[in-house]
């Protein structure tokens, strides 16, 4: 299961040997709680009405696209009003406020970079969140409809559920840092456009960055992609659980 999230790391930091990653994700409670849940793979699954791993299947591709959907419509027009992030005008008082205009790079370009930031990276964790409730909402109700095809089916739930619950707190830890290392990234490119940029700064001259592939914009859709290589590395993971070998 450590393989998709330690691709997405790799990206940043080289290639991760996936059994090293996941130990690395697994502190002494979860440790404790994976030897623990293993002790419970004997368990049998409940009475419910009998379900093929084909039904289930179709279950996950079915929520994931839609959840997939939901990402894609959220984030294909970030700067609506109901996501509250910055207008054009709000980030050259930004700029005024800070005296990035005044004193043209430092702490003044730093503190402008996260004000404008702040709520953007907000955005993608409100996004990013959704997905996971989703993604647990989904993995729950599957629990007990993949225990009842019987006791291999029911062992192999229960290592995987072990599994999730042992790396959970590491998971959340990689995926909060793949999303905070655009924060970086946005104030690093922040700093040249606001050096290389035409005085005075007006709303008109900062709105290609709210355009695509422009400065702003262009953060959000790789914020955008990450949570789409997390939400696909839990479909894999679902869909391992649910296809016939």
Not at 111 to 123: E, K, Q, R, T, V
Not at 137 to 153: D, I, Q, Y
Not at 178 to 204: E, Y
């Amino acid at each position: 299961m450590a393989a998709g999230l330690a691709d997405a790391l790799a990206v940043t930091q080289g290639p991760v040997d996936p059994a090293v990653f996941l130990a690395r994700m697994m502190d002494l409670r979860g440790s404790v709680d994976l030897a623990q849940g293993l002790e419970a793979t004997g368990a049998s699954g409940g009475e419910l009405a009998p379900a093929s791993r084909a039904d289930l299947r179709a279950i996950v591709v079915e929520r994931t696209a839609a959840l997939r959907e939901g990402v894609l419509r959220t984030l294909a027009d970030p700067f609506q009003r109901r996501s509250r992030l910055p207008t054009p005008e709000q980030v050259v008082t930004t700029l005024l406020e800070h005296g990035v205009l005044v004193d043209g790079g430092g702490r003044p370009v730093a503190a402008a970079a996260d004000a404008i930031w702040s709520p953007c990276g907000a955005l993608l964790a409100r996004v990013l969140d959704g997905v996971r409730f989703e993604l647990a909402a989904l993995r729950e109700e599957l629990g007990p409809r993949l225990a009842a095809l019987g006791l291999a089916v029911a062992r192999l739930e229960r290592l995987d559920a072990a599994l999730v619950g042992a790396t959970a707190k590491g998971r959340a830890a990689l995926e909060e840092r793949l999303l905070s290392a655009l924060g970086p990234s946005f104030a690093s490119r922040f700093a040249s456009a606001v050096a290389g940029s035409p005085r005075p700064v007006t709303p008109a001259l900062v709105g290609c960055w709210f355009e695509a592939g422009g400065l702003l914009r262009a953060e959000i859709d790789r914020g955008r992609d990450a949570v789409l290589a997390i939400l696909d590395h839990d479909r894999r993971r679902l869909l391992a659980l649910v296809t016939d070998r």
